[in-house]
Structure formats: structure tokens, C-alpha cells
């Protein structure tokens, strides 16, 4: 009889230590799992929102950040840039931008918060390729300046040397192109006179 209760000791003592193994094992795999769902610092710091100090920009530069991963141009254009996007809307695919994506506040012929400051996605709107900055006007260039890609029409913009879409310096694509949509505007808003704060709306929310 003693022989049989301590049998039946050891089997619950070996039962229960299994168990227990089985149980480490477990959280064993489930932690490093958590650890992979929760977000780490770059992908936080991705999130955030982005500032540019504007008052840096010369007229016709433009500079690239990265904003949720992603290339956002911001651009200073000049006044005769300005002038040009009036001229030539006849040549555009979605001249008042009704079928392409930007806050309400850049809703407009310049479509920007101010008319000499831009931003948009460098992404085109394709596939996703980055199109090349390309400002030098058609009409002002010097001979053989300006290539066979880009045309007599070319008022200054963006080309995308992939599949050939071209967008003017407002972000919006020319007729017959590739790319269905202008250039993304991303929410932004100004922040004093020369800080340009991207990934916040006019409203304040973080996006």
C-alpha cells in the first residue's frame, strides 16, 4: 500500500512539473510576440509630426523630409512660378483639384496654405515612384536646355522619370499621363511666420 501512494505521488509530482514547463514555454513564445505587436521608438518617432524652418528656403529650392516614412517636398516658389500656374490649366488632367487628395485649407489654384510655400507627397501618384524636381521653364530656357521629355509645354514641376507623368510646380498632373491624381498634399499648418509644422491640421489634430 505504501509502495502504491508512493507511485501515485511521484506520477501527480511529474504531472504538475510538466504543466508548469508547459506553461514557461508558453509565455516564453507570447512575450517576445507582445514585444513584436508593441510599436518600437522609430515607428513612434515616424508618427509624429514633422517641422521645417521656411525662412531657410530660397526662392525655386526645395527641401525633403520624412513624415510616416514617407518623402514630403516642401518648396519656395517664385513669383514668376506663381504667375505660370494661372497660365497653362488647359493642359491639366484635374486643374481644381477635385479628384485629388489635400487638406481643404490648400483647396485652391496654388494649392498651399500660402501661395509661395508648397508640400506635397514625393510620391507619384502611379506607383509610387519619385519624380524628379525639374523648375527650369520651357519657354525661359536656353536652347537644348530642356529635353525631348519635357516639352514646349513645360511651365516647371515635377517629371517622373518611370512611366513619364509630369506635374507642374502646384503638384497637378498633366492631361493624358500615367498618374490618375496630383500630388498628395499632406495636412500641415503654420506655426508663427517660418515654421512649417507637417502632419498637423489646420485645426490642430495630429494625424
Given amino acids: 500500500m505504501s509502495r502504491h501512494l508512493h ?62 516614412g514617407l518623402p514630403v517636398w516642401v518648396l519656395r516658389r517664385a513669383k514668376t512660378s506663381l504667375l505660370a500656374l494661372e497660365e497653362h490649366v488647359s493642359i491639366l488632367a484635374d486643374p ?25 507627397v514625393g510620391r507619384c501618384t502611379h506607383l509610387g515612384c519619385t519624380p524628379n524636381y525639374r523648375p527650369l521653364i520651357a519657354s525661359s530656357a536656353s536652347e537644348g536646355m530642356v529635353s525631348k521629355e519635357l516639352g514646349e509645354d513645360w511651365y516647371g514641376g515635377f517629371f517622373c522619370p518611370c512611366h513619364g507623368s509630369k506635374f507642374d510646380l502646384a503638384g497637378r498632373v498633366y492631361k493624358n499621363m500615367p498618374a490618375p491624381t496630383n500630388l498628395e498634399v499632406p495636412p500641415y499648418r503654420f506655426i508663427g511666420d517660418d515654421v512649417l509644422e507637417i502632419g498637423i491640421t489646420g485645426d490642430g489634430d495630429n494625424v
Avoid at 509565455?27 to 521656411?54: M, S, W, Y
Wanted: charged content about 20%; overall charge positive; some cysteine.
Fill in 7 to 68: 507511485q501515485s505521488s511521484r506520477r501527480r509530482f511529474l504531472v504538475g512539473a510538466t504543466g508548469a514547463m508547459g506553461v514557461a514555454s508558453a509565455i516564453g513564445v507570447a512575450t517576445p510576440f507582445v514585444c513584436a505587436l508593441a510599436p518600437n521608438e522609430k515607428v513612434k518617432q515616424q508618427r509624429l509630426p514633422v517641422q521645417v524652418d521656411v525662412s531657410k528656403i530660397e526662392p525655386g529650392a526645395i527641401v525633403t523630409v520624412a513624415w510616416h
Fill in 96 to 120: 481644381e483639384s477635385s479628384r485629388s487628395q489635400q487638406p481643404d485649407n490648400t483647396r485652391n489654384t496654388f494649392r498651399s496654405i500660402r501661395p509661395e510655400i508648397a508640400v506635397y
